[in-house]
């Protein structure tokens, strides 16, 4: 069962996915493809069970070889969002909702 904070961090995840993948209308309706794998652990803290919580409630689905997609699946995921740019933006979610615990204080 998750807990608050858990359900929070995944929908906050899922707008950036959401938000990325539907600001280029270009792209939009053929839509974007992104290696499982390498989206668990660049975007999701190496966590897959929240990479696939938020995937699935952004709207995209398994497509076989490790794949999933939103879409038609046609572009990689970079045509909405670099890579570099996810990552940070992840990594700054996930500091607000599963906090490293402060070495001083242990």
């Not at 897959?48 to 689905?61: I, N, S």
């Not at 890579?83 to 070495?103: F, G, H, K, M, Q």
Request: glycine share 6%; proline share 5%.
């Amino acid at each position: 069962m998750d807990t608050h904070q858990e359900k929070l961090l995944c929908a906050e995840l899922c707008m950036l996915i959401g938000n990325a993948t539907t600001r280029l209308r270009r792209f939009q309706t053929d839509g974007y493809t992104v290696s499982f794998s390498e989206f668990a652990a660049r975007a999701c803290d190496d966590d897959p069970r929240l990479a696939r919580r938020v995937l699935l409630r952004a709207g995209w689905v398994p497509d076989g070889d490790g794949d999933w997609i939103i879409g038609k699946g046609v572009h990689p995921l970079e045509k909405a969002i670099q890579w570099d740019v996810l990552e940070a933006t992840c990594e700054s979610i996930l500091d607000d909702y599963r906090p490293i615990p402060d070495e001083k204080a242990a």
